[in-house]
T-cell receptor, first 114, second 114 residues
């Protein structure tokens, strides 16, 4: 069974601070995705990384895939209240089948105070 | 245009009842999923269909029966509802092939069993 450990579970910070969310596993994933979910809505895909060591930037968000494709991090620079939400990492793998599936981390609830 | 839609948005019912949730996607994807998100925000896959064929069936009680009339629709029927079935159920879709496994989620159906 593929497991993804996401930390921290809760993060409460002031506007302008930096933060990092981690996603770790003992398993190798074909891809790693980060989603953001707002209350009353479904998760929305932010980014997908597929190559070990890959770094992607989305404005103030920086995503990194570990060299061994077992872990990932999300770093937010100068957080803003609009960044508040639930952040989910998800590892994609085929598990020997022809069809991929996602294993989700437990999620990080981020609150950015003005 | 809504990419992945679900109905109803809210469902309140009593124990023992039978209920259905409907999902439709207009993204042209060939794979659809049902996820359950519990009160701790953990997202777990329940079922997946590819071109109307069941390809993922996690450990879900037999009271849950998915049906896919065509590749754009995936419905979930739940018999003899129990208190523990209360959760938010998300439909998602993706395009099979490759290793990215990116999924697009609907807005969710909040099921409350009393």
């Amino acid at each position: 069974t593929q497991l993804l450990e996401q930390s921290p579970q809760f993060l409460s910070i002031q506007e302008g601070e930096n933060l990092t969310v981690y996603c770790n596993s003992s398993s190798v994933f074909s891809s790693l995705q980060w989603y953001r979910q707002e209350p009353g809505e479904g998760p929305v895909l932010l980014v997908t990384v597929v190559t070990g060591g890959e770094v992607k930037k989305l404005k103030r968000l920086t995503f990194q895939f570990g060299d061994a494709r077992k872990d990932s991090s999300l770093h937010i620079t100068a957080a803003q209240p609009g960044d508040t939400g639930l952040y989910l990492c998800a590892g994609g793998w085929a598990g020997g089948t022809s069809y991929g599936k996602l294993t989700f981390g437990q999620g990080t609830i981020l609150t950015v105070h003005p | 245009d809504t990419a992945v839609s679900q109905t109803p948005k809210y469902l309140v019912t009593q124990m023992g009842n039978d209920k259905s949730i409907k999902c439709e996607q207009n993204l042209g994807h060939d794979t659809m999923y049902w996820y359950k998100q519990d009160s701790k925000k953990f997202l777990k896959i329940m079922f997946s269909y590819n071109n109307k064929e069941l390809i993922i069936n996690e450990t879900v009680p037999n009271r849950f029966s998915p049906k896919s009339p065509d590749k754009a629709h995936l419905n979930l029927h739940i018999n003899s509802l129990e208190l523990g079935d209360s959760a938010v159920y998300f439909c998602a879709s993706s395009q099979a092939g490759g290793i990215r496994y990116e999924q697009y989620f609907g807005p969710g159906t909040r099921l409350t069993v009393t």
